[in-house]
């Protein structure tokens, strides 16, 4: 089979030429033809689909003619505020700085339940990024008695597990307790923000929520050895923006019903370092407390340092059970 293509076309047959008469013809019909399609230009839209009235005009002239190098950088948005250095708010009560600390704390619809009507803010220990924002939260801020840095990484086993994933697995989970009781749940982070809130902020989120109960979840970092668990309890204070008269016995309160539901539930021991064996302890160096002006405790679940409570921070199973002790403890403090 022969190829046929452009380098192998066959000849053509002879061409005949076009008369003048024919010439003539075309030569006259141009000038209508263009004419005709000048004015059909002048009638139709920008894609020939109709009257130019029926389409929208630009927004502006600028707007069409602007390149990516002409119109500049796109508005910051709220996340990106938050990271550019000094543009975020410091610790006169307006905000830490923090990309996220422009949006409201994370809060669901509450279901019907005995809570119903109830807020619980929980307080997720620090925060997986923390250790990439150092400066941040190196940052002093006022917690009444005097000043102290706004955040810390935290801690971890020593394998590598952090404090802040253990903290917000274990609120992740007793939101979900909470809310099947019909609390409505308020985060102060949800791992929505790069790092913090400062504990000022922390405080604060718990305050404007006009909470019934704050629970901050942690874990310690104390010596191979050092078991167990224990509730921190907020200590009379009063100084500057701190004042913990109102919330002392009512924390009280709240601390002891934490401690015993978490025993039942675990079976973990109360810590044999902190609380002589009461599984509560009492302090005024916490910023999270002392600025608090609802009920509130700390809990640490137990020691990331020792290999025991380790294995026990690190199961899955074991901290939906700590969960529900927790959960146990609030419920028990607001249904009286």
Known sequence: MSYVGPEFDPSQPP????????????????????AGWLVYQATSGPDGNG?????????????????????????????DKGQEKGKGKGEDGKGDGNDSSTKPPTRRPAANGPLKGKVVVVDPGHNTGNFRHTAEINRQV?????????????????????EAKFTLDV?????????????????????????????DERARIGNEARADAVVSIHADGSG??????????????????????????????LGERIAGKFLSATG???SNYVGGGTGLDVRS????????????????????RDAKDAALLKSAEWRQKAARGISEGIDGFLRG
């Open 15 to 34: 061409r005949r030429r076009i008369g003048r008469p024919l010439a003539v013809t075309v030569a006259a019909l141009v000038p209508t033809c263009l």
């Open 51 to 79: 009257p130019a009235s029926s389409l929208p005009a630009p927004s502006s002239p600028s707007a069409d003619r602007s390149t990516p190098s002409e119109a500049g950088p796109p508005s910051p948005t709220k996340s």
């Open 142 to 162: 006022d917690i009444g008695t005097n000043r102290k840095e706004c955040d810390t990484t935290g801690t971890s086993t020593n394998d590598g597990y952090t």
């Open 171 to 199: 609120a992740r989970r007793l939101r979900t307790l909470l809310e099947q009781q019909g609390a409505t749940v308020t985060f102060t982070q949800d791992g929505d923000r790069p790092w913090g809130p400062c504990v």
């Open 224 to 253: 191979a050895g050092n078991r167990g668990y224990h509730v921190i309890l907020p200590a009379k204070v009063k100084g500057g923006a701190a004042d913990t008269s109102p919330i002392v016995a009512p924390s009280r309160e």
């Open 268 to 270: 973990s021991a109360p």
């Open 285 to 304: 160096d916490l910023g999270g407390l002392n600025l608090s002006t609802v009920p509130k405790v700390f809990i640490e679940c137990g020691n990331m």
